[in-house]
């Protein structure tokens, strides 16, 4: 293990990923790839998606805090002595887990797209 390493080395990467990582890196362009339209259409994408889907996380969030200081909607009962407040808070768990793992699918997509948009600019096209 080495010092300051999170890692062990059966769970790190291999000395040939770390040899060949930087050479890829010094290869490439990343200006070229930036500026390639391909990149920018999975910007768009990925903006596309990151933005409504924060917009959404936020506005759920904050309601709970608003809605039980400001009005008295979630103090009515749903479930026997469990208030409306309980159910949204619960949901707020459920939403979470839901939108981390939306996010995460999503964004292994657009990690392989832009893997692939490097893959043409290192070959030149």
Do not use: H
Not at 4 to 26: F, K, L, M
Not at 54 to 75: D, G, K, Q, R, W
Request: charged share 25%; net charge neutral.
């Amino acid at each position: 293990m080495k010092v300051g390493s999170v890692y062990t080395d059966e769970r790190g990467i291999s000395d040939a990923e770390v040899n060949t990582a930087p050479e890829r890196q010094a290869q490439t362009d990343f200006v070229r790839v930036t500026e390639s339209s391909r990149f920018r259409e999975l910007m768009k994408k990925k903006k596309k998606f990151i933005v409504p889907l924060t917009i959404f996380f936020m506005v759920f969030y904050f309601m709970l805090p608003i809605l039980t200081s400001y009005t008295n909607v979630l103090e009515r009962p749903a479930i026997g002595d469990i208030s409306w407040a309980w159910i949204y808070a619960g949901a707020q768990f459920i939403m979470t887990w839901v939108l981390c793992t939306v996010y995460v699918r999503r964004f292994l997509k657009f990690d392989k797209e832009a893997d692939e948009i490097i893959e043409t600019e290192i070959k030149g096209g």
